[in-house]
């Protein structure tokens, strides 16, 4: 029945875009410096009506448990602080889905604010590094 319902919800989100795949979509909660939430009023009752997503591209620091020191700890608080502002501050804000997470539960895309790329901010100001998915992450404790 999931499987059918993210069907349901990927056709939908295929139908509802406008140019260069953004969405107006309204981002509810910054959880990290790489992944926010937004609404999602399109998904059936039973998913709710956020999903999150994960900004393609970029590794920031870890937070809580996943943390590897006090170092990275703060380093992801800055990052999360760097995108709420960002979010804040910013007159015109889209979001851009490229594809599903291989996790599931979240999609995989970019955040534009002010025609500029989250993803780049994030590297411009040294609060992410490039990360394609493969390979080791970096290492923020050093």
């Known amino acids: 029945m999931r499987i059918i319902t993210f069907l349901i919800a ?7 875009s406008y140019a260069n795949n953004y969405y107006d979509f309204k981002i ?15 998904l059936i009752p039973e998913l709710g ?13 870890e937070k809580g448990r996943r943390a590897n020191c006090d170092k990275e ?3 992801s ?16 804000i889209h979001i851009s889905i490229r594809k599903w997470d ?9 955040v534009i604010i002010d025609n500029k790329l989250l993803s780049a901010s ?11 998915g493969k390979g080791k992450k970096q290492n923020w404790c050093k």
């Open 10 to 16: 990927l056709t939908f989100l295929a139908n509802y």
């Open 28 to 42: 509810t909660r910054v959880l990290d410096g790489d992944t926010v939430e937004f609404e999602a009023k399109f």
């Open 49 to 61: 009506n956020k999903l999150k997503l994960r900004i393609l591209g970029v590794d920031t620091p």
């Open 73 to 75: 700890e703060k380093m």
């Open 77 to 92: 608080l800055n990052a999360k602080l760097f995108v709420e502002q960002e979010i804040s501050n910013g007159k015109k």
């Open 102 to 110: 291989k996790y599931g539960g979240r999609v995989l895309g970019d």
């Open 122 to 132: 994030l590297i411009k100001n040294g609060y992410a590094v490039p990360y394609s």
